[in-house]
C-alpha cells in the first residue's frame, strides 16, 4: 500500500497504467493534487497525471511530480460533492470532492461498505482543463459501476497455469494485450458451439456487432490463458485441429487494442499518452520482425488494432519524436535515404552487417553480388528495408554496389584499406598485390 493507504497503481516499461479487466479509460487531467485531511497516513501527491477509468481513478507522476503511483477504486467512493460555485471559487485552483470508506486502521476499502468515510479532494492546477466534462464522466462512471459486471466472467475463464496473470489493455510485463475473434477454433465442442452462436449473432448488423464486441473479447482472454498456461500437452488431434500456440496468438490479433487512447479522453495529455501506448504497443511486432519495422507498417498495424479510433500520419510521427523525452525501449531512426523505422533501442546493426558480409562472400556471391531480394530472403524482412541495411553497410564500407539495368547489385569491398575521403590513395601498398589477384581470378 502506498503510505498504508491507497493502493499501487502498476505501471508498463514506458509508465503507461495498467488496467484491470473490462477496465477502460475515460479521462485524463494534468496537474492535479490529491489531498486528505482526515488521514493522517494519506500520501503525499501533488500536480501529477489524473486518470479516470469505469472502474478506478489514477494518479501517475510526471516528471515534476511528487509521490508513487496510486489509485482509488471507484467502489470505495460513497458520495461526489457537487462543485459550488462562488466569487473566490473564480480566483483558485477547481476542486473536486468526494467521500470514500476507509477501515479503522486507515485503508481505502475495497468497497463502500462498512469502515468509516473521510472526504477527498481533487485540485486541478492545470490549465485548460474542461472540469465539467470531468465532472460528467466521474459522474456516470462511478453509477455505472462497471466492476460489478466485468470482472465475474473473466476470472472464471484465468485458470491457474504459468503463475502469472494478463488482463485489460497491458500486461504486467508492458506489452500490449492482444484479443480477437478470428483466431477462435475448436477446442471443445461446447466452446464451439458457443463461439459459433455469438459470431453468427453478431454479423447480423452493426448494432448486435458492438452488443457482442465485449463477449468476444472475453471469451478470446479465456482462450489466451489456456494457451499460455501450458500445462497439459495437446494431442496430435488436437495440434492438427488447432495448430501451433504461435499460430493462435497470430490469428488473435484482430480486435486490437480494447482502451486506445483519443483526443476526447486525454485532451491536452493526447500526444503524450498516445507517444506512451504507441511504445508498448510496437513491442511485440518488433520483437517478430527481428527488432527494426517500416514506419508505414507500424502506422498501418497500429490503426488496425485501434478500430475505429483511428488516427494521422502527422499524430504517429509527433507520438514517436516524443520517445526521445521519455525513456522507453523504442526509438524513432531515418535512414540516409530519408526512410524512417522503428527499432528497439537493443537492436545492433553489426548482428546485421555481419549477417549480410557472410551472404555477400558465399561463392556465387562474389561473382554475381546480391540484390535487395537476396538480402530480405536472409534476413527475413521486406525487400525495402533490406536495401537500406545494404546502402548502410556500403556507407561503412563493407560492400560496393553496381548499377545495371536489372538494378542494384551489391559485393563484398575487397579494399578495406582505401580512405573513402580520397579514393585515389591507398594506405598499404598491399592492397596493390590484392587487387592483382583479384583481377588475375576474374580473367
Known sequence: MTGNCLEVVELTSSGRPVLLSSEIEC???????????????FPNLKSGILTLTTHRLLWLPDSSS????????????????????SIKSMFASPRVRFQLSVSPDGRVLSSGLGGRSVVVTLVVRGKGADLDVFLTKFWDNWRGRAW??????????????????SSGLYTKEGTVR??????????????????????????????????????????????????LSGSTKPTAAEDEELGSKQEMQDWMLSVGIISPVTKESAGALYHQQLSRQLADFVRLPLERAGGMMNLIDIYCLFNRARGT??????????ACFLWEKFDVPVMLRKFDSGVMVIQNKSHSDEEIFAR??????????????????????????APGMAKEHLLTAESKGLLCRDISPDGFRFYVNLFPEIDPNNVYLVKD???????????????
Not at 492482444?178 to 448494432?207: C, P
Not at 479510433?309 to 504517429?316: A, C, F, K, M, T
Open 66 to 85: 511528487q509521490g508513487a503511483p496510486s489509485a482509488i477504486p471507484l467502489a470505495s467512493i460513497t458520495h461526489i460533492f457537487s462543485a459550488k460555485k
Open 148 to 165: 460489478e459486471t466485468g470482472n465475474v466472467e473473466v476470472t472464471s475463464g484465468s485458470e491457474s497455469g504459468s503463475g502469472s496473470t
Open 309 to 318: 479510433e483511428l488516427i494521422s500520419p502527422e499524430d504517429l510521427l509527433q
Open 178 to 227: 492482444m484479443v480477437g475473434v478470428s483466431g477462435i477454433l475448436r477446442k471443445e465442442q461446447e466452446m464451439w458451439e458457443t463461439t459459433d452462436k455469438s459470431l453468427q449473432d453478431a454479423f447480423q448488423d452493426l448494432n448486435a456487432l458492438m452488443s457482442k464486441a465485449k463477449e468476444m473479447v472475453m471469451l478470446a482472454e479465456k482462450m489466451r490463458q489456456k494457451l
Open 356 to 381: 549480410i558480409k557472410t551472404l555477400a562472400t558465399m561463392p556465387d556471391a562474389l561473382r554475381t553480388g546480391i540484390s535487395a531480394s537476396d538480402a530480405a530472403i536472409t534476413l527475413g524482412i
Open 429 to 443: 601498398y598491399g592492397v596493390y598485390d590484392t587487387w592483382i589477384r583479384v583481377a588475375s581470378a576474374f580473367g
Open 27 to 41: 479521462s485524463l487531467l494534468s496537474a492535479v493534487d490529491l489531498e486528505c485531511e482526515d488521514l493522517l497516513n
